[in-house]
C-alpha cells in the first residue's frame, strides 16, 4: 500500500509538472485545501484552481515523502514565476486516487506580485 499511495501522489505531482492535469490520479470529490483558495471540493474545483497556477510554474521538485497508512506527506519544491516556493503537502489516498491534499506553503510570494 505505501509503494503504491507514493505512486499516486507522484502522479499528481507529475500533473502539475507536465501541465497535463488530465494524468493526475484524483478522485471525482477530491477535498483541496491551501492558504490562496481556502476550501475545494470536487475535480472540476480541483482543476479549475491549479489550472490557473501552471502557466506561473516552471518545475516540480520532490524533496521527502513520508508514508503512512492512507496518508503520504510530501515536501516538494515549485519552481515559479516567483520563485521557488516550499510546500509541505498532505495526501489521503483512496483506491489509488489522492481523495485529500492539504497544501502548507507561504503564499506572501504569489500574493505580492
Known sequence: MRESNIAAVEGYLDAIRSKDLSRAPIAPDIFFTDP????LTGEDAWRGFVGQLLPAINGVTVKQHVAEGDYVSVLWEA???????????????????VKEARAFLDPRPIQNA
Do not use: K
Open 36 to 39: 490562496l483558495v481556502g476550501e
Open 79 to 97: 519552481d515559479t514565476v516567483w520563485g521557488i516556493i516550499p510546500i509541505l503537502e498532505l495526501f489521503r489516498v483512496e483506491d489509488g486516487r
